[in-house]
Protein backbone atom coordinates (compact mmCIF):
# COMPACT_ATOMS: atom_id res chain seq x y z
CA UNK A 1 0.00 0.00 0.00
CA UNK A 2 1.49 3.38 -0.93
CA UNK A 3 1.27 6.38 1.03
CA UNK A 4 -1.55 8.29 -0.62
CA UNK A 5 -3.74 5.72 -0.04
CA UNK A 6 -6.32 5.50 2.76
CA UNK A 7 -5.79 2.88 5.51
CA UNK A 8 -8.53 -0.03 4.86
CA UNK A 9 -10.06 -3.08 6.34
CA UNK A 10 -8.53 -6.12 5.66
CA UNK A 11 -11.75 -7.44 4.19
CA UNK A 12 -11.60 -6.78 0.48
CA UNK A 13 -12.46 -3.23 1.00
CA UNK A 14 -11.63 -0.66 -1.61
CA UNK A 15 -12.38 3.17 -2.66
CA UNK A 16 -13.22 3.93 -6.17
CA UNK A 17 -10.84 5.24 -7.91
CA UNK A 18 -13.24 8.00 -9.19
CA UNK A 19 -15.58 9.08 -6.23
CA UNK A 20 -13.34 12.28 -5.78
CA UNK A 21 -14.74 15.15 -5.26
CA UNK A 22 -13.66 16.79 -8.64
CA UNK A 23 -16.18 13.84 -10.12
CA UNK A 24 -19.09 15.05 -8.03
CA UNK A 25 -21.67 17.28 -9.53
CA UNK A 26 -22.54 19.99 -7.07
CA UNK A 27 -26.07 21.42 -7.13
CA UNK A 28 -26.95 24.87 -5.03
CA UNK A 29 -28.63 22.37 -2.50
CA UNK A 30 -25.45 20.24 -1.78
CA UNK A 31 -22.59 23.09 -2.07
CA UNK A 32 -22.66 23.77 1.88
CA UNK A 33 -22.85 20.18 2.53
CA UNK A 34 -19.90 19.56 -0.37
CA UNK A 35 -18.02 22.70 1.35
CA UNK A 36 -18.34 21.26 4.75
CA UNK A 37 -16.65 17.88 4.28
CA UNK A 38 -13.96 19.78 2.73
CA UNK A 39 -13.13 21.30 5.54
CA UNK A 40 -12.11 20.46 8.68
CA UNK A 41 -15.24 19.01 10.24
CA UNK A 42 -15.22 17.37 13.84
CA UNK A 43 -18.25 14.83 13.71
CA UNK A 44 -20.90 15.12 11.07
CA UNK A 45 -24.24 12.78 9.75
CA UNK A 46 -24.69 12.67 6.06
CA UNK A 47 -28.10 11.01 4.84
CA UNK A 48 -29.93 10.89 1.49
CA UNK A 49 -31.94 8.17 -0.54
CA UNK A 50 -30.44 5.29 -2.33
CA UNK A 51 -28.33 6.65 -4.82
CA UNK A 52 -27.54 10.31 -4.33
CA UNK A 53 -24.12 9.79 -3.87
CA UNK A 54 -23.35 9.43 0.18
CA UNK A 55 -21.05 6.85 -0.69
CA UNK A 56 -19.21 8.56 -3.04
CA UNK A 57 -18.68 12.03 -0.67
CA UNK A 58 -17.80 9.59 2.20
CA UNK A 59 -15.02 8.31 0.32
CA UNK A 60 -14.25 11.60 -1.79
CA UNK A 61 -13.24 12.18 2.08
CA UNK A 62 -11.04 9.69 2.21
CA UNK A 63 -8.97 10.37 -0.74
CA UNK A 64 -8.51 13.85 0.29
CA UNK A 65 -7.65 13.23 3.74
CA UNK A 66 -4.89 10.32 2.09
CA UNK A 67 -3.62 12.21 -0.24
CA UNK A 68 -3.05 14.64 2.66
CA UNK A 69 -1.36 11.93 4.43
CA UNK A 70 -3.71 12.03 7.14
CA UNK A 71 -4.71 8.48 8.18
CA UNK A 72 -7.99 7.20 7.11
CA UNK A 73 -10.41 4.51 7.56
CA UNK A 74 -13.46 4.08 4.93
CA UNK A 75 -16.35 1.20 6.77
CA UNK A 76 -18.67 0.32 4.74
CA UNK A 77 -20.89 -1.10 7.14
CA UNK A 78 -23.28 -2.94 4.10
CA UNK A 79 -20.57 -5.08 3.77
CA UNK A 80 -19.21 -5.60 7.31
CA UNK A 81 -22.61 -6.10 9.34
CA UNK A 82 -22.17 -9.43 9.87
CA UNK A 83 -18.74 -9.07 10.75
CA UNK A 84 -17.52 -8.50 14.90
CA UNK A 85 -17.32 -5.55 15.73
CA UNK A 86 -13.53 -6.17 17.83
CA UNK A 87 -12.91 -4.69 14.00
CA UNK A 88 -13.75 -1.52 15.60
CA UNK A 89 -10.71 -1.88 17.99
CA UNK A 90 -8.07 0.14 17.39
CA UNK A 91 -9.42 2.42 14.87
CA UNK A 92 -9.39 6.00 17.01
CA UNK A 93 -5.98 6.14 16.62
CA UNK A 94 -6.91 7.09 13.20
CA UNK A 95 -7.97 10.79 12.12
CA UNK A 96 -10.62 10.23 9.84
CA UNK A 97 -13.33 7.43 9.87
CA UNK A 98 -15.98 7.29 7.34
CA UNK A 99 -19.09 5.17 8.09
CA UNK A 100 -21.00 4.32 5.16
CA UNK A 101 -24.93 2.98 5.58
CA UNK A 102 -25.03 3.06 9.14
CA UNK A 103 -28.57 2.50 8.80
CA UNK A 104 -27.42 -1.64 8.66
CA UNK A 105 -26.58 -1.98 12.11
CA UNK A 106 -29.61 -0.43 13.31
CA UNK A 107 -31.36 -2.88 15.99
CA UNK A 108 -28.15 -5.06 16.28
CA UNK A 109 -27.48 -5.09 19.78
CA UNK A 110 -23.93 -5.74 19.79
CA UNK A 111 -23.19 -2.99 17.34
CA UNK A 112 -25.09 -0.71 18.46
CA UNK A 113 -23.07 -1.08 21.56
CA UNK A 114 -19.88 -1.02 20.14
CA UNK A 115 -20.42 2.42 18.15
CA UNK A 116 -21.75 4.00 21.28
CA UNK A 117 -18.33 3.00 22.67
CA UNK A 118 -16.57 3.58 19.44
CA UNK A 119 -18.17 7.11 19.63
CA UNK A 120 -17.12 8.22 22.68
CA UNK A 121 -13.50 6.84 22.34
CA UNK A 122 -13.28 8.92 19.08
CA UNK A 123 -14.61 12.16 20.44
CA UNK A 124 -12.03 11.87 23.54
CA UNK A 125 -9.04 11.05 20.60
CA UNK A 126 -10.34 13.70 18.56
CA UNK A 127 -10.85 11.69 15.80
CA UNK A 128 -13.15 12.98 13.32
CA UNK A 129 -16.16 10.55 12.44
CA UNK A 130 -18.17 10.74 9.20
CA UNK A 131 -21.35 8.80 9.53
CA UNK A 132 -23.76 8.07 6.46
CA UNK A 133 -27.06 6.24 5.93
CA UNK A 134 -30.30 6.41 4.45
CA UNK A 135 -32.52 8.36 6.39
CA UNK A 136 -31.99 10.77 9.34
CA UNK A 137 -30.66 10.00 12.71
CA UNK A 138 -34.22 10.77 14.25
CA UNK A 139 -35.49 8.21 11.29
CA UNK A 140 -32.71 5.08 12.66
CA UNK A 141 -33.86 2.15 14.07
CA UNK A 142 -31.52 2.95 17.15
CA UNK A 143 -32.49 0.71 20.01
CA UNK A 144 -29.84 1.63 22.38
CA UNK A 145 -31.28 5.40 23.32
CA UNK A 146 -27.43 6.38 24.32
CA UNK A 147 -26.45 6.06 20.80
CA UNK A 148 -29.24 7.45 19.19
CA UNK A 149 -28.80 10.52 21.49
CA UNK A 150 -25.05 11.31 20.50
CA UNK A 151 -25.96 10.74 16.59
CA UNK A 152 -28.57 13.66 17.15
CA UNK A 153 -25.98 15.38 18.68
CA UNK A 154 -23.85 16.26 16.04
CA UNK A 155 -24.36 18.58 12.71
CA UNK A 156 -26.70 16.75 10.20
CA UNK A 157 -26.36 17.78 6.09
CA UNK A 158 -29.10 15.80 3.86
CA UNK A 159 -27.61 15.26 -0.13
CA UNK A 160 -30.84 16.51 -1.69
CA UNK A 161 -32.10 14.39 -4.54
CA UNK A 162 -31.62 16.05 -7.88
CA UNK A 163 -34.15 16.68 -10.88
CA UNK A 164 -34.16 15.53 -13.91
CA UNK A 165 -32.55 18.35 -15.40
CA UNK A 166 -29.93 18.07 -12.50
CA UNK A 167 -29.43 14.69 -13.30
CA UNK A 168 -29.02 14.95 -16.86
CA UNK A 169 -26.50 17.52 -16.21
CA UNK A 170 -24.80 15.44 -13.74
CA UNK A 171 -24.19 12.56 -16.41
CA UNK A 172 -23.03 15.13 -18.95
CA UNK A 173 -20.34 16.35 -16.34
CA UNK A 174 -19.20 12.91 -15.49
CA UNK A 175 -18.95 12.21 -19.37
CA UNK A 176 -16.97 15.68 -19.88
CA UNK A 177 -14.75 14.40 -16.96
CA UNK A 178 -13.84 11.18 -18.66
CA UNK A 179 -13.38 12.84 -22.04
CA UNK A 180 -16.60 11.45 -23.47
CA UNK A 181 -18.26 14.15 -26.14
CA UNK A 182 -22.24 13.44 -24.87
CA UNK A 183 -25.05 15.73 -26.31
CA UNK A 184 -27.62 16.76 -24.82
CA UNK A 185 -30.04 14.25 -26.80
CA UNK A 186 -28.49 11.34 -25.70
CA UNK A 187 -27.82 12.73 -22.64
CA UNK A 188 -31.74 12.41 -22.14
CA UNK A 189 -32.27 9.60 -23.85
CA UNK A 190 -29.54 7.48 -21.51
CA UNK A 191 -31.43 9.38 -18.28
CA UNK A 192 -35.15 8.90 -19.88
CA UNK A 193 -34.33 4.55 -20.41
CA UNK A 194 -32.68 4.17 -17.12
CA UNK A 195 -33.74 3.56 -13.41
CA UNK A 196 -32.61 7.34 -13.11
CA UNK A 197 -30.27 6.78 -10.04
CA UNK A 198 -27.10 8.44 -9.71
CA UNK A 199 -24.98 5.53 -8.85
CA UNK A 200 -26.35 3.53 -11.47
CA UNK A 201 -26.32 6.04 -14.19
CA UNK A 202 -22.11 6.21 -13.33
CA UNK A 203 -21.94 2.62 -14.05
CA UNK A 204 -24.17 2.66 -17.42
CA UNK A 205 -21.64 5.82 -18.61
CA UNK A 206 -18.86 4.08 -17.49
CA UNK A 207 -19.83 0.58 -19.37
CA UNK A 208 -20.80 2.71 -22.36
CA UNK A 209 -17.53 4.49 -22.66
CA UNK A 210 -15.62 1.26 -22.69
CA UNK A 211 -17.79 0.27 -25.73
CA UNK A 212 -17.25 3.21 -27.63
CA UNK A 213 -13.56 2.95 -27.02
CA UNK A 214 -13.31 -0.64 -28.21
CA UNK A 215 -15.87 0.19 -31.21
CA UNK A 216 -13.87 3.66 -31.90
CA UNK A 217 -17.52 4.84 -32.35
CA UNK A 218 -18.68 8.67 -30.98
CA UNK A 219 -21.24 7.81 -28.04
CA UNK A 220 -24.90 8.11 -29.81
CA UNK A 221 -28.26 7.23 -29.25
CA UNK A 222 -28.00 4.42 -32.04
CA UNK A 223 -24.97 3.24 -29.86
CA UNK A 224 -26.67 3.22 -26.95
CA UNK A 225 -29.49 1.13 -28.29
CA UNK A 226 -27.27 -0.97 -29.49
CA UNK A 227 -25.18 -1.87 -26.56
CA UNK A 228 -28.09 -1.87 -24.04
CA UNK A 229 -30.26 -3.53 -26.34
CA UNK A 230 -33.05 -0.54 -25.46
Given amino acids: ?????????????????????????????????????QGDFAMLYVWGAVGTGCTH????????????????????????????????????????????????????????????????????????????????????????KDLRSRLQSIPVFKVETMSDKQSIEALKFRAEQRGMELNDATAEFIYRRSNRSIDQLMELLNKLD???LVKKRRLTIPLVKETMNW
Avoid at 3 to 24: C, H, I, R
Avoid at 26 to 32: A, F, H, L, Y
Avoid at 85 to 98: D, N, Q
Wanted: aromatic share 10%; with cysteine.
Fill in 57 to 144: LLQSVCHKTAAEEIPTIYIPMVELENYSPEMLEGLTSLSVICIDDFQCIAGNSDWESAFFNFFNEAKEAGARLLFSADCSPQELSITL
Fill in 1 to 37: MNNDSPVQLTLGVNLDDDAKFENFYVTDGNQPLVNEL
Fill in 210 to 212: QVS
